[in-house]
C-alpha cells in the first residue's frame, strides 16, 4: 500500500502565506514527479505546481510568482509554499507523486485525501 498524507492547509488571508506538506509512506521503490493539484467548489481539479522526472518545475499562470513547490525523493515529502494569497486559491489541495512500488512493476499516479485552503479577504 502506498499512501500519501497532506498538512498545513487551513485559513489564511489576503496577502498572506501558508505551505503545505505531502509525506508517501508505504512500499515504494522510485518516485518519478511530484506535483499539487487543486480543486475549487464547481471546478476542475488542475495543476498547480509540479515537478518533472528531471526535476523541472512548471507552475499555473495563476501562480507564478507566488507559489513555490519543492521536493525530495529520498524522503518521500514535497512541499507547497504559498506566499501573497487570494481569495481565488481558496480551494481542496490534493499532493500528488508519480510511484513505482517495485523495480518490475509500472509507474502509477497517487493522491492524497486533499487539505482544504480557504483565503479570506
Known amino acids: 500500500q502506498v499512501q500519501l498524507k497532506e498538512s498545513g492547509g487551513g485559513l489564511g488571508h489576503t496577502g498572506g502565506s501558508l505551505r503545505l506538506s505531502c509525506a508517501a509512506s508505504?512500499?515504494?521503490?522510485?518516485?518519478?514527479?511530484m506535483g499539487w493539484f487543486r480543486q475549487a467548489p464547481g471546478k476542475e481539479r488542475e495543476l498547480v505546481a509540479g515537478?518533472?522526472?528531471?526535476?523541472?518545475?512548471n507552475y499555473a499562470d495563476s501562480v507564478k510568482g507566488r507559489f513555490t513547490i519543492s521536493g525530495d525523493k529520498a524522503k518521500r515529502t514535497t512541499d507547497l509554499q504559498m506566499n501573497d494569497l487570494k481569495p481565488e486559491d481558496t480551494a481542496v489541495y490534493y499532493c500528488?507523486?508519480?510511484?513505482?512500488?517495485?523495480?518490475?512493476?509500472?509507474?502509477?499516479?497517487?493522491w492524497g485525501q486533499g487539505t482544504q485552503v480557504t483565503v479570506s479577504s
Open positions: 500528488q507523486q508519480t510511484i513505482q512500488r517495485g523495480p518490475w512493476n509500472n509507474w502509477a499516479d497517487y
Open positions: 508505504g512500499t515504494i521503490y522510485s518516485i518519478s514527479a
Open positions: 515537478i518533472a522526472h528531471d526535476g523541472t518545475t
